[in-house]
């Protein structure tokens, strides 16, 4: 790998170890993926705070210093972690303080990771605490090299955003905050990111359910490749599009869709394929369609709905204010619980409007900074949840084995408040 001056003086320890180790973990990380060099990053959104009990039993060892040195930068020698010195945030980690009382998940683990936000905040990792960082001030802009890792937030960047990353994984994202430095390959190479497939959409897709289904349909067809997406599509709004993109990293593994018109650098069809030969689309019409939602209602058996969750990825303002304008003046059913998840910052906004007085006195709760997917915990005993994400349709029965329907946002509502599942596709 060719390295700039400047990334030489770091490898060899002018700024510090814990900057050597990073560059050290970054040059080995390029030359096993074939980078010929790095690229500067001012944009890192990784995890560090997330407990795990690898994680608790290091901190123990040595303290958050030796955690970050083995796990976020691969080094086993005892280092003083220094500031970042680019701006990164912390992704989605555990439960926090809110969801104490509400689920089995333990106490040692809120404690592990309020004590890790400390630690890493006075480092300059700022705790946005979310799946969704570009709804909370983390928004990079077109071209921009950013070091990022959750699969929809990275989808969202590359294609909503115009960003260029690639699924980054702790180690990187830890060796990029101290160090701003990324390898150049994948996604932030302009040929690597011209359109490889066409899927067109033959049924109205035109509401927040369809663009999660057909993004399911998507990932399922072109697996880890880069789509374009035409056809019966309405303009999609942010909602729209984190559920589109999620459910296609959720079914392939899609880091970069092109959607003309939406897409930064897909002005066009042709534009998406650089010019080049444009194949020919696959087709999204009703048996797809009914397929795709089949699939994701396959582990529903029983009706009876113990568990709603909402806000997969996490909820906008306007999600939330959607389901508080549903549930104003009613009430959940006795054996029925429901979490809406929304990044913190969006539920202090949300506090102010009054959507969380709403949602609470109808015997729901917002919850921040995790899912049940992440933390693997959901409301004590719950063996039938209702969902409308296609992401956590398609998680959670494996992860927490429990029963799974996917609907709208109205059926998950109706589900919460007469604890039975009365959903059904629409023609
Ligand atoms: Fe976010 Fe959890 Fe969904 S981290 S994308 S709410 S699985």
């Not at 170890?17 to 060099?37: K, N, S, T």
Request: negative net charge; contains cysteine; proline residues 6%.
């Amino acid at each position: 790998m060719r390295l700039t001056d400047e990334e030489r003086i770091m490898r060899d320890g002018a700024e510090g170890e814990a900057v050597a180790a990073a560059m050290d973990l970054l040059i080995r990380y390029g030359e096993a993926l074939g980078a010929e060099r790095l690229v500067d990053t001012r944009n890192v959104a990784g995890t560090m705070t997330q407990p795990s009990p690898a994680k608790a039993k290091l901190e123990r060892e040595g303290g958050w210093a030796r955690a970050y040195a083995v796990i976020n930068l691969d080094c086993d020698r005892e280092i003083e972690i220094p500031r970042m010195k680019v701006p990164t945030c912390q992704l989605q980690h555990g439960f926090s303080e809110d969801a104490a009382g509400l689920t089995a998940y333990p106490a040692t683990s809120i404690e592990l990771q309020g004590s890790a936000e400390n630690y890493f905040s006075e480092r300059g990792v700022n705790i946005l605490a979310t799946c969704t960082p570009y709804q909370v001030g983390n928004l990079p802009v077109r071209n921009e090299h950013v070091a990022w890792m959750e699969s929809s937030a990275v989808v969202y960047a590359n294609s909503v955003l115009g960003a260029r990353t690639n699924c980054e994984g702790s180690a990187s994202t830890g060796a990029a905050g101290l160090t701003g430095k990324i390898p150049y390959w994948g996604n932030h190479v302009p040929e690597n990111r011209l359109a490889t497939h066409v899927v067109r959409a033959d049924v109205a897709v035109d509401n927040f359910q369809e663009w999660g289904m057909f993004g399911y349909f998507v990932g399922e067809t072109v697996e880890e490749a880069r789509p374009a997406v035409i056809g019966s599509l309405a303009q999609p709004d942010l909602a729209d599009l984190k559920h589109f993109g999620a459910a296609t990293a959720t079914s392939g593994g899609v880091e970069l869709f092109h959607m003309p018109g939406v897409t930064p650098e897909a002005p066009t069809i042709e534009a998406a394929f650089g010019g080049l030969h444009i194949p020919e689309p696959v087709a999204y019409g009703p048996r797809e369609r009914q397929w795709v939602y089949d699939t994701l209602n396959a582990q529903g058996t029983s009706t009876d709905v113990d568990f709603v969750l909402l806000g997969c990825p996490h909820a906008s303002l306007d999600q939330v204010a959607r389901i508080a304008q549903l549930l104003e003046g009613r009430r959940l059913h006795a054996d029925t619980e429901l979490w809406v998840m929304t990044p913190r910052a969006l539920r202090t906004m949300a506090d102010r409007n009054g959507y969380t007085r709403i949602i609470t006195q109808a015997g729901g709760h917002v919850l921040t900074d995790s899912c049940p997917a992440m933390s693997k915990a959901a409301p004590p005993g719950t063996r039938v949840f209702a969902t409308d994400s296609a992401k956590q349709a398609h998680y959670l029965p494996a992860i927490l084995g429990i029963e799974a329907w996917f609907g709208t946002l109205d059926e998950c509502i109706d589900a919460a408040v007469t604890g039975r599942w009365r959903g059904g596709l629409r023609p």
